[in-house]
């Protein structure tokens, strides 16, 4: 494997390294070995690019003119496919994503989703005539005016950084904010690139800045309380979006927070190939690293032997078609870094501490090479108050309940902080409907169907976050309503 370049900081128009020259070394997870260095930046840094993006807000015609935020963003689309096996190797490098998952969500599924929010973006209502009505005495021509809240903050992680980056910013620039983006420590090329393109797209000066850092809080935290900052918007834990929601009360920061998930898929008895659906709901797919992945399998008490039967032989059969780099037909490799490696290992020993029954995997796997794999793991015999089942693992471990009726599926679908996706599996249609209405999620799938795209809202409720991404709803976020009377 090669190395990429060294990941630059994009502030006010420009191009640069951090103050100081000040660098960090970026691990790549299929080798545990260096793969770049990024620029490390300082507070200095930090303020020079909230203090740009304020005054390219509020200094110029970038909030106003619609035309010239397509033409730019455009410009942006078209580089990022010029540029796309940059995005690869980035992706394979820096995210230790397997190839199948690189022709998915990692690369082309951003790409692709890019292209979704250039084309939603003449459907964006600006203005809204709301007719005259008489009110306290007095006549009115009323007219509501959605406007972009000002300086944005994105905040993002390192699971699939560059969609979520495309979400983030695109949307913000669309909506006419100016952006500011901080990814994770574990892969600023994914955001680097964006700034370096940007820059070759001929962005004006400030709309859009990068800033990179070594210091997993440090960054955020100086957006979170800047009262220049207007909104963040954070994909990750659940505990870090509580931390910026509590540090952003005290400038009031409009927040929109996509959070963890424990998703769960519901496969009722009467399922269509009832073992196949079973056997295709392993947790493998970039090693289990997504917060809308589903990893509470439920499965009806009365074919519960069956499910775990089809279970055993999917895992034996998958159990030699992970950890290759190269193949492009795989969707897993290793988890991003020790620390989730360890962070796994340890809620698999808690399984079996719990009295799960382990029945696939559950161990590293050094042969595959030097990097961070952990096994496809499935756990069964799960009760759905165990810690395995409760607690966001962000690993490909899997672990199977058993229901016994529909009521007790959605009682236990419930059953959970997280409220991000689902699924639901019946032969029955309006009895998987019925379910799916009752599950508390921000998206449902029902018999394969796919409920996530770059076109729909995505979120979710309770501790799954706040607000929503992606869609025409994920561009207005960024609006602000306004409401301007004239005399009728």
Known sequence: MTKLPEAKLYIDGKLRRAA???????VGPWTGEITTLAADASAED??????????????????????????????????????????????????????????????????????????????????????????????????????????????????????????????????????????????????????????????????????????????????????RVDLITFTGSTAV?????????????????????????IILDDAPNFAQTVASSIVCFHAGQGCAIATRLLVPRSRYAEAIAALEQAYQSFSDHWGDPEAPSQVMGPVISKKQMDRVLGYIELGQKEG???????????????????????????????????????????VVIPFEDDDDAIRIANQSEYGLAGHVASGDKARALRIARAVRTGSVGVNGAMAVGPDLPFGGFKSSGVGREWGREGIEEYLESKVIAVPA
């Open 46 to 227: 930090m303020n020079e690019a909230i203090a740009a993006a304020r005054r390219a807000f509020d200094t110029t015609d970038w909030a106003s003119n619609r035309d010239l935020r397509l033409q730019c963003v455009t410009r942006l689309r078209d580089l990022l496919y010029a540029n796309r096996e940059r995005l690869v190797d980035i992706a394979r490098l820096e995210v230790g994503a397997a190839m199948g998952a690189i022709f998915s969500v990692q690369v082309d599924g951003a790409l692709s989703g890019l292209d979704a929010l250039i084309e939603l973006f003449p459907t964006v209502t600006w203005e809204e005539d709301r007719g005259t009505a008489e009110a306290y005495g007095v006549r009115s021509q009323r007219l509501v005016v959605h406007e972009p809240v000002g300086v944005a903050a994105a905040i993002t992680p390192w699971n699939v950084p560059l969609y979520i980056n495309v979400a983030k910013v695109i949307s913000g620039l669309l909506a006419g904010c100016t952006v500011i983006l901080k990814p994770a420590p574990d892969t600023p090329s994914a955001a680097a690139i964006l700034g370096e393109l940007a820059h070759e797209a001929g962005f004006p000066p400030g709309v859009f800045n990068v800033v990179t850092g070594a210091d997993p809080a440090m960054l955020g935290e100086m957006l979170t309380l800047d009262p």
């Open 356 to 398: 799960a029954r382990l029945l696939a995997g559950g161990h590293a796997r050094p042969d595959k090479g030097g990097g961070f794999f952990v096994e496809p793991t499935c756990f069964v015999d799960v009760s759905n108050d165990m810690r395995i089942a409760q607690e966001e693992i962000f690993g490909p471990v899997l």
């Open 241 to 265: 979006g509580k931390r910026i929601m509590e540090k952003g009360a005290s400038t009031l920061k409009r927040l929109f927070l996509e959070l963890g998930g424990k998703s769960a898929n």
């Open 20 to 26: 100081g020259d000040r660098t960090f070394e970026v």
